[in-house]
């Protein structure tokens, strides 16, 4: 493995998240949608557990991410896409950036109160936590097919 194979080790990470969030709201969807004390108990668990997993796999990810940019002494990569793809991208990657950094605080806090037993306060940071985080994770999966697979820029 060499530094160039971050990025795309970085991607797979964003996407495991991804997986793994939308197990975890799955599971949660399916806790409050039965009754049965058993079904509910067994979601929760693994509502629980898809959610720690995509905060580790995420802080592996950020721990990733800044080891390239130190590595390669915070080099910007260029995108190599034009005209009205070049928009999309710097307008995704405006957002996907400013998401990230109130995702650094979101999710942790959101995890803080799931840990200490505040589910009323957990479920209403959820609410705004999930979406933000799962966005974030969609769209570092796309910044990395944007720079290095589809539009690459010229060497």
Partial sequence: MNVQDIPALNAALNALATILMTAGFWFIRRALGTSDPEQKAAAIRSHRAAMLSAGVVS???????????????????????????ATVYYVMLFTHIVLAIAIAWLVPRTFLFALRGEFARHRKWARWTFPIWYYVSITGVLVYFFLYQWWPAAK
């Fill in 59 to 85: 802080a592996v990810f950020l721990v990733g991410y800044v080891t390239h940019k130190i590595l390669v002494r915070g080099v910007h990569t260029k995108f190599g896409g034009e005209g009205a793809i």
